[in-house]
């Protein structure tokens, strides 16, 4: 089974960016949809986005015109570009498949903070 591995958190200040990678084991050109993910301190973890074999993406309320989503099947890699952060994004990221298996990878810490 493919592994995903997530990258590229970190802090940043209200109104700055970040852009999230997530490199898997294997190809993922045969995965029909893949999804980013966010667990914030003390909540569950929620579907930020997802993206079809072929590129179409779905985006939750909250982060649509801030997010954007994308996927490199030759490259193996997921990627969540993310554009004026807001404090209340700050969580646990994790990529996984749509609809999502129970193997779920480490994450990458999002730290939004003046």
């Known amino acids: 089974q493919v592994q995903l591995v997530e990258s590229g958190g970190g802090l940043v200040q209200p109104g700055g960016s970040l852009r999230l990678s997530c490199a898997a084991s294997?190809?993922?050109?045969?995965?029909?949809?893949l999804g980013w993910y966010r667990q914030p301190p003390g909540k569950q973890r929620e579907l930020v986005a997802r993206i079809s074999r072929g590129g179409t993406p779905t985006y939750t309320d909250s982060v649509k015109g801030r997010f954007t989503i994308s996927r490199d099947n030759a490259q193996n890699t997921l990627y969540l570009q993310m554009n004026s952060l807001k404090p209340e994004d700050a969580a646990v990221y994790y990529c996984n498949f749509w609809p999502p298996i129970s193997n779920w990878g480490q994450g990458t810490q999002v730290t939004v903070s003046s």
């Open positions: 294997g190809s993922i050109s045969s995965i029909a949809i």
